[in-house]
């Protein structure tokens, strides 16, 4: 029932920008961290930027000054901009939510949106 919904992918030249959606749905009672990870073709997967129900933000040092993580906590939706993107940022990008839903804390996980960047 509670399921993370990402969209905005593509392809794109480097130096371009897009911006992913995630939304949570379903019977949400309170939604904590959430967050964006990546994993490219035989790579492992890597976490970009998290960000608290608070606001507080981290991010991974290759994407510090490019990527910007935020959440609109009315519509239960994190949004990652990436700008200036590079041929290396190509992977799928997954959302992730830590939340309590059914009397429990769990992660939950979206299915994956790709993200290709051409040289």
């Known amino acids: 029932q509670v399921q993370l919904v990402e969209s905005g992918g593509g392809l794109v030249q480097a130096g371009e920008s897009l911006r992913l959606s995630c939304a949570a749905s379903g019977s949400i009672f309170s939604i904590n961290t959430m967050g964006w990870y990546r994993q490219a073709p035989g790579k492992q997967r890597e976490l970009v930027a998290t960000?608290?129900?608070?606001?507080?933000?981290n991010y991974a040092d290759a994407v510090k000054g490019r990527f910007t993580i935020s959440r609109d906590n009315a519509k239960n939706t994190v949004y990652l901009q990436m700008n200036s993107l590079k041929p290396e940022d190509t992977a799928v990008y997954s959302c992730?939510?830590?939340?309590?839903?059914?009397?429990?804390?769990?992660?939950?996980w979206g299915q994956g949106t790709q993200v290709t960047v051409s040289s």
């Open positions: 960000i608290t129900s608070s606001g507080s933000t």
């Open positions: 992730t939510a830590n939340l309590y839903a059914y009397g429990v804390w769990r992660t939950y």
